[in-house]
């Protein structure tokens, strides 16, 4: 009732002369929330330039079915995946590729074959843990060819790239995976933790139940699982941890040998499973050595029940998407509540997401050959060239730098490489074979030839040289783009030129304000807090003055500041600065590197350009989703990264007429731009 009060208040006229009491979000209402925005709200540039672009969009925005969240990158990405559905289902395409992203889509959406299949062989590898007695033959499972393909480990490995020389793979052991994913949510349960424990408890419930236990020997596994989870949650870092700006030295120099292991770990024998596994390289590093201690310390009889419970939850929560129909519904249904999203997204996405996933490589391909021209690669080329020559203006017109500093970043920029839509050069695929339900194959047969197809490339890469044409596994088909510190490499990627961002066919000022300011943005990380620990070649290593550095921080510290005092619920919470400030620094040096650009183009149409900004940002989603991000999330809300970023610029006061007494109005000494 109240709220029917509130709304006709809005409808009635208020909204004209007394908006500003109306909500208590500040300066601006956060307009991204679902719903949030009265159709009667309707504020001019100078009051909230995000929403005066946005209003019409957002008033008639709806939530696809199984998303939290719409806007310019979703809709781009709906077009992108209706592209790429297309891909997998043309019988007319020929060749390898085509075939393998044919058979995987179609083995994927074949429910009656799943059905029949049903939980047969999850069982079987659950059983393998059951059947454990002793912490010697746990051991022996961690060495077994079983757990590396269809189990799950205490202590894993991925490989990576070396962090004092990145044309080297190195192999990366980072600590236990944890249900609830942070380990401060083990001391300290927030809602957001909450909601995950009751998605993930959810798929584990069901599965164990699937699998024949019975409701009191599910609880123990939960509980016991848990029990495991609380005792070395304790010696992990925490979220907040892993993303301060500290963090990267915290966890990528530590390099370690198996004997260095061996003598951290000398009960729990992890040296003795990597060599079991053939894991093992001269280039190893320990994200946190505290966490190994700890485990060492655990792995005793008193826990061995409660590592058997974590490893049969997880491989029995982990069959909940590739089993049969009625778990994926289940799946999806939990989903859902954790979200706060209403209606699932048709099957044909979901296998499109699949194959996605698990095909990358030859998926970009065929996508790349049909979709993306050689003149798009150009283009793109030539505005992250001129970016450059911007950035170098910049850096050499920053008077606090000293010349050391200045000297090494102008340097960096010069390296850096640009990777623009997709690589030169191709994983080979042609030794992968997937067969169509006719030949027998089946998506179980499927998933385990693509897991021995991963492990091959993973043996085939260590202790080897990175061979960087190839992109690694990054991904060239999603709205997104991305700076690699470790690479000193910027990727625009295939997924994201068109729609809002790229067209060929419009005016400049809106590419640039569309995929420019991607661009921009990127580049700007190679400078910030974690590009300032990686030098040219990509290699862990400080390269700013100290004194440079404090002055860098200084500069946040104010920008920090600034975002702290923002208010971004209805409720009145705070904003969390510290958590957005590296992404807000790059959204605004993006800005003011097409800027630059602007300044030196002729009858540049500055407000074609603010516009075509504020459009990719237009966004809306549900609260749960909203209040996720705030937590986790280190890009500031939509909204925020229109407003609080054209505010720092004099060319948008301009173009707006904006003067003191607006909301969009910040006086000169107040701006808090870094560069
Ligand atoms: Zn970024």
Same mark, same amino acid.
């Given at each position: 009732?109240?709220?029917?009060?509130?709304?006709?208040?809005?409808?009635?006229?208020?909204?004209?002369?007394?908006?500003?009491?109306?909500?208590?979000?500040?300066?601006?209402?956060?307009?991204?929330?679902?719903?949030?925005?009265?159709?009667?709200?309707?504020?001019?540039?100078?009051?909230?330039?995000?929403?005066?672009?946005?209003?019409?969009?957002?008033?008639?925005?709806?939530?696809?079915?199984?998303?939290?969240?719409?806007?310019?990158?979703?809709?781009?990405?709906?077009?992108?995946?209706?592209?790429?559905?297309?891909?997998?289902?043309?019988?007319?395409?020929?060749?390898?590729?085509?075939?393998?992203?044919?058979?995987?889509?179609?083995?994927?959406?074949?429910?009656?074959?799943?059905?029949?299949?049903?939980?047969?062989?999850?069982?079987?590898?659950?059983?393998?843990?059951?059947?454990?007695?002793?912490?010697?033959?746990?051991?022996?499972?961690?060495?077994?060819?079983?757990?590396?393909?269809?189990?799950?480990?205490?202590?894993?490995?991925?490989?990576?790239?070396?962090?004092? %020389?990145? #044309? &080297?793979?190195?192999?990366?052991?980072? *600590?236990?995976?944890? $249900?609830?994913? =942070?380990?401060? /949510?083990?001391?300290?349960?927030?809602?957001?933790?909450?909601?995950?424990?009751?998605?993930?408890?959810?798929?584990?419930?069901?599965?164990?139940?699937?699998?024949?236990?019975?409701?009191?020997?599910?609880?123990?596994?939960? %509980?016991? #699982? &848990?029990?495991?989870?609380?005792?070395? *949650?304790?010696?992990? $870092?925490?979220? =907040?941890?892993? /993303?301060?700006?500290?963090?990267?030295?915290?966890?990528?120099?530590?390099?370690?040998?198996?004997?260095?292991?061996?003598?951290?770990?000398?009960?729990?024998?992890?040296?003795?499973?990597?060599?079991?596994?053939?894991?093992?390289?001269?280039?190893?590093?320990?994200?946190?050595?505290?966490?190994?201690?700890?485990?060492?310390?655990?792995?005793?009889?008193?826990?061995?029940?409660?590592?058997?419970?974590?490893?049969?939850?997880?491989?029995?929560?982990?069959?909940?998407?590739?089993?049969?129909?009625?778990?994926?519904?289940?799946?999806?249904?939990?989903?859902?509540?954790?979200?706060?999203?209403?209606?699932?997204?048709?099957?044909?996405?979901?296998?499109?997401?699949?194959?996605?996933?698990?095909?990358?490589?030859?998926?970009?391909?065929?996508?790349?050959?049909?979709?993306?021209?050689?003149?798009?690669?150009?283009?793109?080329?030539?505005?992250?060239?001129?970016?450059?020559?911007?950035?170098?203006?910049?850096?050499?017109?920053?008077?606090?730098?000293?010349?050391?500093?200045?000297?090494?970043?102008?340097?960096?920029?010069?390296?850096?490489?640009?990777?623009?839509?997709?690589?030169?050069?191709?994983?080979?695929?042609?030794?992968?074979?997937?067969?169509?339900?006719?030949?027998?194959?089946?998506?179980?047969?499927?998933?385990?030839?693509?897991?021995?197809?991963?492990?091959?490339?993973?043996?085939?890469?260590?202790?080897?040289?990175?061979?960087?044409?190839?992109?690694?596994?990054?991904?060239?088909?999603?709205?997104?783009?991305?700076?690699?510190?470790?690479?000193?490499?910027?990727?625009?990627?295939?997924?994201?030129?068109?729609?809002?961002?790229?067209?060929?066919?419009?005016?400049?000022?809106?590419?640039?304000?569309?995929?420019?300011?991607?661009?921009?943005?990127?580049?700007?990380?190679?400078?910030?807090?974690?590009?300032?620990?990686?030098?040219?070649?990509?290699?862990?290593?400080?390269?700013?003055?100290?004194?440079?550095?404090?002055?860098?921080?200084?500069?946040?510290?104010?920008?920090?500041?600034?975002?702290?005092?923002?208010?971004?619920?209805?409720?009145?919470?705070?904003?969390?600065?510290?958590?957005?400030?590296?992404?807000?620094?790059?959204?605004?040096?993006?800005?003011?590197?097409?800027?630059?650009?602007?300044?030196?183009?002729?009858?540049?149409?500055?407000?074609?350009?603010?516009?075509?900004?504020?459009?990719?940002?237009?966004?809306?989603?549900?609260?749960?989703?909203?209040?996720?991000?705030?937590?986790?999330?280190?890009?500031?809300?939509?909204?925020?990264?229109?407003?609080?970023?054209?505010?720092?610029?004099?060319?948008?006061?301009?173009?707006?007429?904006?003067?003191?007494?607006?909301?969009?109005?910040?006086?000169?000494?107040?701006?808090?731009?870094?560069?």
């Amino acid at each position: 009732m109240n709220k029917l009060i509130l709304t006709a208040l809005f409808a009635l006229g208020l909204a004209k002369s007394g908006f500003a009491f109306e909500f208590s979000e500040r300066p601006w209402l956060n307009s991204n929330i679902l719903g949030r925005v009265s159709p009667d709200y309707s504020p001019t540039a100078r009051e909230d330039f995000y929403l005066s672009v946005n209003h019409d969009w957002i008033k008639n925005a709806k939530l696809k079915p199984g998303y939290a969240a719409n806007g310019s990158f979703y809709e781009l990405e709906y077009e992108l995946d209706a592209n790429l559905r297309g891909l997998m289902t043309d019988k007319s395409l020929t060749g390898h590729d085509a075939e393998l992203v044919r058979n995987l889509y179609a083995l994927w959406l074949d429910w009656p074959s799943r059905n029949t299949a049903g939980i047969t062989e999850l069982k079987k590898h659950v059983d393998e843990v059951e059947k454990i007695k002793s912490l010697d033959e746990l051991t022996e499972y961690f060495k077994s060819e079983e757990c590396r393909l269809h189990g799950c480990f205490i202590a894993g490995f991925s490989i990576g790239y070396d962090n004092e %020389d990145s #044309s &080297f793979y190195n192999i990366e052991i980072p *600590a236990t995976a944890l $249900m609830l994913r =942070d380990s401060a /949510e083990y001391k300290n349960l927030t809602p957001n933790g909450e909601r995950i424990k009751k998605m993930r408890s959810g798929f584990a419930t069901f599965m164990l139940k699937k699998l024949g236990y019975d409701d009191d020997a599910i609880k123990k596994i939960l %509980d016991q #699982s &848990f029990e495991f989870e609380n005792a070395i *949650a304790d010696s992990m $870092m925490t979220h =907040d941890e892993k /993303e301060s700006p500290d963090a990267l030295k915290k966890m990528y120099e530590n390099p370690v040998t198996l004997e260095k292991l061996r003598e951290l770990s000398p009960v729990f024998p992890f040296a003795d499973i990597l060599t079991a596994h053939k894991v093992f390289s001269d280039r190893m590093n320990l994200q946190e050595p505290a966490w190994l201690k700890a485990l060492n310390d655990l792995y005793a009889d008193s826990q061995l029940e409660n590592i058997k419970a974590y490893l049969i939850r997880n491989i029995a929560s982990g069959g909940i998407t590739t089993t049969d129909e009625e778990s994926y519904r289940e799946y999806q249904k939990l989903v859902n509540e954790r979200y706060g999203i209403n209606e699932s997204a048709p099957d044909v996405e979901l296998a499109a997401d699949f194959v996605h996933g698990n095909l990358l490589t030859p998926l970009t391909k065929i996508y790349v050959e049909k979709f993306i021209s050689d003149e798009t690669k150009q283009d793109v080329t030539e505005i992250i060239n001129e970016a450059i020559s911007y950035y170098r203006e910049m850096l050499t017109k920053e008077d606090w730098l000293s010349e050391s500093t200045r000297a090494k970043a102008i340097e960096k920029l010069d390296t850096i490489k640009p990777r623009v839509a997709y690589p030169d050069k191709w994983r080979d695929y042609s030794t992968l074979e997937i067969g169509t339900k006719e030949s027998g194959e089946t998506l179980r047969s499927a998933l385990d030839k693509l897991s021995k197809f991963s492990w091959d490339y993973f043996y085939s890469r260590l202790n080897g040289r990175v061979d960087r044409e190839m992109w690694g596994d990054s991904d060239a088909i999603i709205v997104n783009s991305y700076y690699d510190p470790s690479l000193n490499e910027i990727f625009i990627i295939a997924g994201i030129l068109s729609g809002d961002f790229y067209n060929s066919k419009r005016p400049r000022e809106e590419n640039l304000g569309g995929i420019g300011m991607v661009i921009g943005h990127e580049l700007s990380h190679a400078f910030d807090t974690n590009g300032a620990q990686f030098d040219k070649n990509g290699s862990l290593q400080d390269w700013w003055t100290k004194e440079d550095y404090k002055k860098f921080q200084a500069r946040a510290d104010r920008l920090i500041n600034y975002l702290s005092n923002m208010k971004v619920t209805p409720e009145g919470q705070k904003y969390n600065g510290t958590l957005v400030q590296t992404e807000t620094i790059a959204d605004m040096a993006g800005i003011k590197a097409m800027l630059g650009i602007a300044a030196k183009s002729k009858d540049f149409d500055y407000e074609k350009f603010f516009r075509a900004y504020a459009k990719i940002w237009r966004s809306v989603q549900t609260r749960e989703n909203i209040d996720s991000r705030l937590k986790t999330d280190v890009h500031a809300l939509p909204y925020i990264r229109v407003n609080a970023i054209v505010q720092q610029f004099e060319e948008f006061h301009k173009t707006y007429g904006v003067t003191s007494g607006d909301a969009m109005y910040l006086a000169p000494d107040d701006r808090v731009a870094v560069w």
